[in-house]
Every structure is written in structure tokens, then in C-alpha cells.
């Protein structure tokens, strides 16, 4: 319980100020002519005891008013709300990923799919985002707390045509739409997971205005946007471009040799990024008409008994 107006309670200094008039000055319980045959002491009327009582009444209805007036509250703490983070997955869908060595009954992208979609159930407070890609990224599903519709998106993305236009890896391209969406965001937390299975294969030394991974990150850094690269079975050179964009946004590289190792990797992600909670929030519940109330009923009734017990003038 709390005060929201305590500086109201001054009003409660002025009854010491009437205590002390009264001592000064009394009242009379009966009024009659003065006379100098009525020496005291004088024998006490029954009224005084009942007036005594209203004057108190009066007394404690002004105390109370005052405590009204000071807004007595009732404060609860409400349940913290969780600074959820903002996040965008991006899925290898080249061909590569139909590779059935982490788990013989999947595929590099089923198991992919499956230990992203545990992932994201696991973060209800988290707004993330779906990009899948090979060649040219598709952003699949922007950032959001509905993860059932990004679950949908998540199983239903699909790999590319084996050997057709759009068979190649481009982890710089991918990555760098990813910071773009999220440097748009203001939340206190930014992060993109990637996950692949190779290297970058469209910005080669032969490829013109391609986006490298190098510029990716340092394009995700600019925007502190950290990188957590997974390398899924691995093709060569996988690992030296996780390393890279790990080290330079702030990240962490892992590497994934079978689909148990896929489910352990995002656990770790899981332990590292962690949602702040928000600061603690209070509901206040106002309690001041009950006080009102009393205040209300000693006033009433202290001023009704003074009009019965007093002499008319």
C-alpha cells in the first residue's frame, strides 16, 4: 500500500492547530447569566462527555479526508515482459542440401528445417524472420511473433533445381539482405543465423557486382547486427567464410557433423543470446473511497451529535 499524493497528509497538521484553540478557549456546555454566587467548581452536565465525543468524530473525519486526499494505492507487480530479440534465419536451399550424411532418413535441409523450427518454438518473445536462399535470397517471412505462419514458411521452403540457373551459394548476398531488414529494426538485439552447407560460389573473382561475404560483414557489423554462421555437413572452404563473418560482426562459428550435432547448435545459440527482461511495471489500484467514506461518515455524525447537544443560542 502507497501514497500517491503523501503531500495531502500536511492538511492533517492543522487538527493540532484546533486542539490547541479549543484548550485556549473551550465552550460552554450550558449558557447562562453570569453571576457572582456560581464559584467553582461547577458540577459537570451529562452533554459534555457526548460532546467530547463529536468534537473527536470531527477530528478524526478531518484526518481521514486528508488520508483520502492523499490517494492511498494498492500497488502489484505485473509479470516482467521479456525484450524479445530480432532475428532473421537464412536456409541453404542449393542443391548440395540434399546430401543425406547427417541423418540417412533426411536431408541436409530437412534437418535443418526441423532443429530451426525447435529453435523458434523455444523463443515466443522473439521476432524472427526466414530467408531462403541459393543463388538470389527470398525473403520468405519478415520478422514476426507469429511463428506458426514462419513455421509454414520453414518446411515448406524447397531446394532449387540441381545444376539449373539458381544452383549456387550465395552466402554474401544472403546475409547482407538479412542486415538490411534488421537495420531497419530497433530492437536491442540483432542477429542473423545462417545456415549452409558450403562456401560462397556467385561473388567470385570473376563474378562483377556481387556481394561478398566480406562486405556482408562488415555491412552486418556497421549495423551491429552479430552473425552466427552453422555449417551443416560442410563443403570445402564452408568453415573459413563461417569464421569470417562470425569474427567480424561478433558472432560464433559451429560446425554440425550430424543431425544430433544440428539440435546441440542451436541449444548453444539459444544459451548465448538470451532476451533482456524489461524493467519491473506496477499496476496501481486506487483505496481511497473506502477512507472517504469513514471520513464522510465521522464528519456527518460528529456534526449531527454538536446539533442535538448544543444549547440554542
Known amino acids: 500500500m502507497i ?37 467553582p467548581p461547577l458540577p ?21 479526508a486528508a488520508l483520502a486526499l492523499a490517494r492511498p494505492a494498492e500497488r502489484a507487480l505485473l509479470p516482467q515482459r521479456s525484450l524479445g530479440l530480432e532475428m532473421v534465419l537464412c536456409l541453404d536451399a542449393s542443391s548440395s542440401m540434399a546430401a543425406r550424411d547427417l541423418d540417412a532418413a533426411r536431408t541436409r535441409l530437412e534437418v535443418a528445417q526441423g532443429a530451426a523450427a525447435r529453435f523458434v518454438a523455444g ?54 539482405r538479412a542486415a538490411q531488414v534488421l537495420a531497419r529494426s530497433d530492437a536491442r538485439s540483432r542477429l542473423i543465423i545462417l ?45 573459413a567464410t563461417a569464421q569470417l563473418l562470425a569474427e567480424r560482426t561478433g ?18 545459440i539459444d544459451r548465448l543470446e538470451k532476451s533482456e527482461l524489461a524493467e519491473p511495471r506496477y499496476a496501481y489500484a486506487d483505496r481511497f473511497l473506502p477512507v472517504l467514506a469513514a471520513a464522510l461518515a465521522c464528519l456527518i455524525l460528529g456534526r449531527l451529535l454538536r446539533a442535538r447537544l448544543e444549547p440554542l443560542p
Open 251 to 268: 558472432g560464433q562459428s559451429f560446425g554440425a557433423a550430424d543431425a544430433e550435432s544440428v539440435t546441440e547448435v542451436f541449444a548453444a
Open 3 to 39: 501514497l500517491r499524493d503523501p503531500w495531502m497528509l500536511a492538511l492533517a497538521l492543522l487538527i493540532p492547530l484546533a486542539l490547541l484553540r479549543h484548550r485556549r478557549t473551550g465552550d460552554a456546555a450550558i449558557l447562562f447569566a453570569p453571576g457572582r454566587f456560581l464559584q
Open 123 to 176: 523463443r515466443p518473445d522473439d521476432r524472427i524472420g526466414l530467408i531462403r536462399f541459393a543463388r538470389w535470397p527470398d525473403f520468405l517471412c519478415p520478422p514476426t511473433l507469429d511463428h506458426a505462419a514462419l513455421i509454414e514458411s520453414l518446411n515448406s521452403a524447397r531446394m532449387v533445381e540441381r545444376d539449373g540457373p539458381e544452383d549456387l551459394t550465395g552466402i554474401g548476398a544472403a546475409v547482407a
Open 195 to 239: 545456415l549452409t552447407d558450403g562456401a560462397e560460389t556467385v561473388a567470385t573473382e570473376s563474378a562483377r557486382g556481387a556481394i561478398t561475404p566480406e562486405e556482408a560483414a562488415e555491412f552486418a557489423r556497421a549495423a551491429g547486427i552479430r552473425v552466427y554462421p552453422v555449417v551443416i555437413g560442410g563443403e570445402r572452404g564452408g568453415a
Open 44 to 64: 459537570h452536565s451529562r452533554r459534555a462527555p457526548w460532546l467530547t465525543l463529536a468534537r473527536a468524530l470531527s477530528w478524526l473525519g478531518f484526518a481521514l
